[in-house]
C-alpha cells in the first residue's frame, strides 16, 4: 500500500537546519535537492488523527495503542516510510545521468519545487514592523504529489489506517497560517505493481557442506544502528551481524531458530560498506601519514606502516584515520546524516514542541547511516542450516531493520547473492599479519572479559596447537562492548574488547599453519560478528592508498524518463538569458552614462512600446518612428544589443552542445521577447539609478 499526498498549499516540513542567513526555516530535502516529507512529521499527523477519533468514540484505547504501539514494549501495527514526489525514483535515474554537472546542483534542483516567503511581525501599537522579526522561510509548491510506502503488520487495522489517513488535513509548520494544507489517501497496489520482493539468489544445489554464504544490504532509507552508548546522536558506521542474525531468527521462528543455533556452527559477520559490489574491510590503525599530507595529483596517499617500524624520526606523524579499504586499497567511508525531530506536550491544546520534559514535550536529533549506501557481511553455516536460512529467507516481504523502523528509518533491500565453499588450506609460515576485522571480546582463564595480549595468545595458541607464539608490536585500540536483549528486555554486559581494525604481529621459530586462521572467528559471541580476523603474509613498511574514483555522468546515455532534466534546462536558460542582457548592457555603460539626460525618457518609452508590440521585428519599426534623434538612437542601440531571437538561438544551441541532450523550451517566441526586454528594462532602471547616485 501507499500513502498519496497531494498539496492543497504550500508546505513548509521544518528540517531544523540552518545552513546560511538567508533562509531561516528550511523543508527537508535529500542530497539531490528533491523536498520530502519525513515519515515521522506523517505518522504523528496520523496518530493525532486517530486520537481525534479515540476522544470521539470511533476507536478504543486498546485498538489506538495497538495500532501505534507502546515505546519500548509494543510494535506499531504498520510501518511507513519517507513521502518522495510522485515518480522519484525515475527523477533521481535522470539525475545520475548528468552526476558531476553544475546542472543538476542540489539547489538548482531544489528551485524546481520550491520557492522563498518573507514574513515579519507588526507592532500593533505603532503600526510599524518590529525590530528583528524579518523572516524568510523555504515552501514547497502546492499542487506536487507525494508518495509514501505503506506496509500493514496488523492487516486487520487497514480500515481504521485508511480511516485515519482520510482525517488529516494539514501538515508541517504554520498550518493554521494558510500553509500545509493537504489531501490524504491510503490506497492499495494493484497486482501489477505489489511485485513480491525476490531475496535469495542461490540455489540449494550450489550448497556444500560447509559455506561462506554472501549478503547484501541496500539501504532505501537511512538506518539507526545505535552504538553501546546508547547516544541516539551517534550511530555506527555498518551493520552489526546481530541485526541480521535478528532478521534471520524473525524469519525461522523461535523453535526452529533454537534448533539450529543449539551447535553453534552458525556465524553472522558485520555488514561493511561495499565498493563496486566488494566488501571493505576496516583500515587498520596502525597506518600513519605526515601530518597535514594531502593526496598527490594521481589520488594517492602514501601511508607508514608502523608495525614494521619504519623510521619517522625526522617527520611529524599523524594516524591516517582510514575507515575502511577495499582489496584494491582505495579508502572507502561510509555517509551518516542528522535529522532533528521533536515531540509535542501530551496536552494537545498546546499546538507546538515546547521542549520543557514535564508536560513531555521533547526537541531531540536522531544520527542514521545515509540511504543509497550497500553492506554487505557473510553467513557461515552448514549445508542443512544455509537450506533452513536460504528457505526462511525467501518467505521474507518488504525489510526493516535498526532502530525506528516503523517510520522513516531502517527500509533496506536484503539479499543472499552467492556462496562459496569453505575449505581450509594449509600455508606453514613463521611469521604473519593479524588484522581484527570486527570487535573481539575475549575471556581469561578465570571468564572474566579481557582483551590484553596475553589473553590473545592463549587464544591463538590453542587454535594453532603450538607454544612458542610471539605478539610483536601490537596496535590494539579498545572499545566498549554491550547492547541490549529485547525479548529479556534486558542490558547485556558492558564489556571491554578489542576494536576493528587493531593489528598485531604473529611470530613463531617452529612455524604455525595461517590456514587454520583463514575463515575462523576468536573469542566470545562470535554467532554475532565478533571476532573476525584476518591474517596475511607481513608487507612493505610503505601502503599506497587511493582516493575512491568519482563516477560522472557525462558519458552516459541520455534516454530520459522524466521531464526534471527538461525544467532544469529551462531554468539555467532564464539564467543565462538574464546574465547576458546584464553584460550587454554593461558593456554598453559609456554609452548610456553620454546619454544620461535622456535615458530615464528613453527606458520609459521603450517601456511602454515593448508592452504594446508583439516582437523584435514591430519593436523596431516603432522605435523609428520616435521624433527625438537622441533617445531614438539610444532606444535603437539599446534594443538592437539585445535581439531575443539571437540570445535564445545562442543560449539553446550551447546548452545542448554542453550537455550532450536537446530539450523542449517552455516559452515561444513571443514569450521569450517579453521576458528579454522585461529583464532588459529592470537593468535599465538600476542603471539609472546608479546613474543618479540613489544606490
Known amino acids: 500500500m501507499k500513502i498519496k499526498i497531494k498539496l492543497l498549499s504550500d508546505l513548509c516540513t521544518a528540517s531544523g537546519e540552518t545552513h546560511n542567513s538567508l533562509i531561516d526555516l528550511d523543508v527537508v530535502y535529500d542530497e539531490y535537492g528533491l523536498p520530502y516529507i519525513p515519515a515521522k512529521r506523517l505518522k504523528g499527523c496520523i496518530r493525532e488523527a486517530a486520537l481525534e477519533m479515540q476522544e470521539l468514540g470511533l476507536v478504543t484505547e486498546t485498538q489506538f495503542g495497538q495500532m501505534f504501539g507502546q515505546s519500548g514494549s509494543q510494535k506499531s501495527a504498520f510501518c511507513l516510510s519517507n513521502a518522495y514526489i510522485e515518480g522519484y525514483n525515475n527523477i533521481v535515474s535522470d539525475l545520475n545521468k548528468f552526476q558531476g554537472t553544475e546542472l543538476v546542483s542540489q539547489q538548482n534542483v531544489l528551485e524546481q519545487y520550491t520557492y522563498t516567503r518573507t514574513q515579519?511581525?507588526?507592532?500593533?501599537?505603532?503600526?510599524?514592523?518590529?525590530?528583528?522579526?524579518?523572516?524568510?522561510?523555504?515552501?514547497?509548491?502546492?499542487?506536487?504529489?507525494?508518495?509514501?510506502?505503506?506496509?500493514?503488520?496488523?492487516?486487520?487495522?487497514?480500515?481504521?489506517?485508511e480511516n485515519a489517513v482520510s482525517i488529516v488535513k494539514h501538515i508541517g509548520v504554520s498550518r493554521t497560517r494558510g500553509l500545509g494544507l493537504v489531501n490524504m489517501e491510503l490506497i492499495?497496489?494493484?497486482?501489477?505493481?505489489?511485485?513480491?520482493?525476490?531475496?535469495?539468489?542461490?540455489?540449494?544445489?550450489?550448497?556444500?557442506?560447509?559455506?561462506?554464504?554472501?549478503?547484501?544490504?541496500?539501504?532505501?532509507?537511512?538506518?539507526?544502528?545505535?552504538?553501546?552508548?546508547?547516544?541516539?546522536?551517534?550511530?555506527?558506521?555498518?551493520?552489526?551481524?546481530?541485526?541480521?542474525?535478528?532478521?534471520?531468527?524473525?524469519?525461522?521462528?523461535?523453535?526452529?531458530?533454537?534448533?539450529?543455533?543449539?551447535?553453534?556452527?552458525?556465524?553472522?559477520?558485520?555488514?561493511?560498506?561495499?565498493?563496486?559490489?566488494?566488501?571493505?574491510?576496516?583500515?587498520?590503525?596502525?597506518?600513519?601519514k605526515e601530518k597535514d599530507q594531502p593526496y598527490n595529483e594521481k589520488g594517492e596517499l602514501m601511508l607508514e606502516d608502523m608495525l614494521y617500524g619504519p623510521d619517522v624520526q625526522d617527520r611529524q606523524m599523524a594516524p591516517a584515520g582510514i575507515d575502511y579499504l577495499d582489496k584494491k586499497n582505495r579508502v572507502a567511508a561510509v555517509d551518516t546524516q542528522i535529522s532533528y525531530h521533536h515531540q509535542r506536550p501530551q496536552d494537545k491544546s498546546i499546538g507546538h514542541a515546547t521542549g520543557n520534559a514535564e508536560d513531555g514535550s521533547s526537541f531531540y536529533q536522531l544520527c542514521s547511516i545515509s540511504a543509497g549506501q550497500t553492506f554487505g557481511g557473510y553467513i557461515y553455516a552448514n549445508r542443512q542450516n544455509a537450506e533452513r536460512i536460504l528457505e526462511a529467507v525467501k518467505k521474507l516481504g518488504d525489510i526493516r531493520m535498526g532502530y525506528g523502523r516503523s517510520s522513516e528509518f531502517g527500509a533496506v533491500d536484503f539479499q543472499?547473492?552467492?556462496?562459496?565453499?569453505?575449505?581450509?588450506?594449509?600455508?606453514?609460515?613463521?611469521?604473519?599479519?593479524?588484522?581484527?576485522?570486527?570487535?573481539?571480546?575475549?575471556?581469561?582463564?578465570?571468564?572474566?572479559?579481557?582483551?590484553?595480549?596475553?589473553t590473545l595468545k592463549k587464544y591463538l595458541e590453542e587454535m594453532l596447537d603450538i607454544t612458542d607464539l610471539e605478539i610483536r608490536n601490537p596496535f590494539l585500540q579498545y572499545t566498549t562492548i554491550g547492547g541490549y536483549n529485547v525479548t529479556w528486555k534486558q542490558r547485556k554486559p558492558i564489556i571491554q574488547g578489542i576494536e576493528k581494525g587493531s593489528v598485531v604481529l604473529l611470530y613463531s621459530e617452529t612455524g604455525f599453519d595461517a590456514g587454520q586462521l583463514e575463515h575462523t572467528f576468536i573469542g566470545e559471541r562470535?554467532?554475532?560478528?565478533?571476532?573476525?580476523?584476518?591474517?596475511?603474509?607481513?608487507?612493505?613498511?610503505?601502503?599506497?592508498?587511493?582516493?575512491?574514483?568519482?563516477?560522472?555522468?557525462?558519458?552516459?546515455?541520455?534516454e530520459l524518463i522524466s521531464d526534471i532534466i527538461n525544467q532544469l534546462l529551462n531554468a539555467e536558460f532564464e539564467r543565462q538569458m538574464n546574465d547576458r542582457i546584464r553584460t550587454k548592457l554593461t558593456e554598453s555603460g559609456k554609452t548610456l552614462t553620454k546619454n544620461a539626460d535622456v535615458l530615464n525618457a528613453a527606458v520609459s518609452k521603450l517601456r511602454v512600446m515593448v508592452k504594446a508590440e508583439k516582437n523584435y521585428e514591430n519593436l523596431i519599426a516603432e522605435i523609428e518612428g520616435i521624433e527625438d534623434t537622441k533617445k531614438r538612437e539610444l532606444c535603437r542601440s539599446i534594443v538592437k544589443a539585445v535581439n531575443p531571437k539571437t540570445l535564445t538561438e545562442q543560449i539553446c544551441r550551447q546548452l545542448e552542445e554542453k550537455y550532450d541532450v536537446g530539450f523542449e523550451l517552455r516559452w515561444n517566441e513571443n514569450e521569450c521577447y517579453r521576458m528579454a526586454y522585461r529583464n532588459c528594462i529592470t537593468e535599465l532602471k538600476y542603471l539609472t539609478k546608479m546613474g543618479k547616485g540613489e544606490q
Do not use: W
Open 120 to 161: 515579519t511581525a507588526i507592532d500593533y501599537e505603532t503600526g510599524v514592523a518590529d525590530k528583528n522579526s524579518l523572516r524568510t522561510i523555504r515552501v514547497v509548491k502546492k499542487g506536487i504529489v507525494f508518495e509514501a510506502e505503506c506496509s500493514l503488520i496488523k492487516p486487520e487495522f487497514q480500515k481504521l489506517l
Open 188 to 288: 492499495a497496489l494493484d497486482s501489477r505493481e505489489n511485485i513480491e520482493k525476490e531475496h535469495v539468489f542461490v540455489k540449494k544445489e550450489a550448497l556444500k557442506e560447509q559455506n561462506q554464504l554472501h549478503y547484501t544490504i541496500y539501504l532505501k532509507s537511512p538506518v539507526i544502528c545505535k552504538s553501546e552508548q546508547g547516544n541516539q546522536a551517534e550511530t555506527k558506521d555498518y551493520i552489526a551481524g546481530n541485526k541480521v542474525l535478528g532478521l534471520i531468527a524473525g524469519a525461522l521462528g523461535s523453535a526452529s531458530y533454537q534448533e539450529m543455533m543449539s551447535k553453534e556452527d552458525v556465524i553472522v559477520t558485520n555488514a561493511y560498506i561495499c565498493m563496486d559490489g566488494e566488501r571493505c574491510i576496516p583500515g587498520r590503525i596502525s597506518l600513519q
Open 416 to 454: 543472499i547473492d552467492s556462496v562459496q565453499k569453505v575449505e581450509e588450506k594449509e600455508k606453514r609460515i613463521k611469521e604473519a599479519v593479524l588484522t581484527f576485522v570486527s570487535d573481539t571480546i575475549l575471556y581469561n582463564e578465570y571468564g572474566m572479559a579481557a582483551a590484553g595480549t596475553d
Open 526 to 558: 562470535v554467532a554475532e560478528g565478533y571476532g573476525e580476523i584476518e591474517v596475511d603474509k607481513p608487507e612493505e613498511k610503505q601502503v599506497v592508498v587511493y582516493k575512491p574514483e568519482l563516477h560522472s555522468g557525462e558519458h552516459q546515455q541520455k
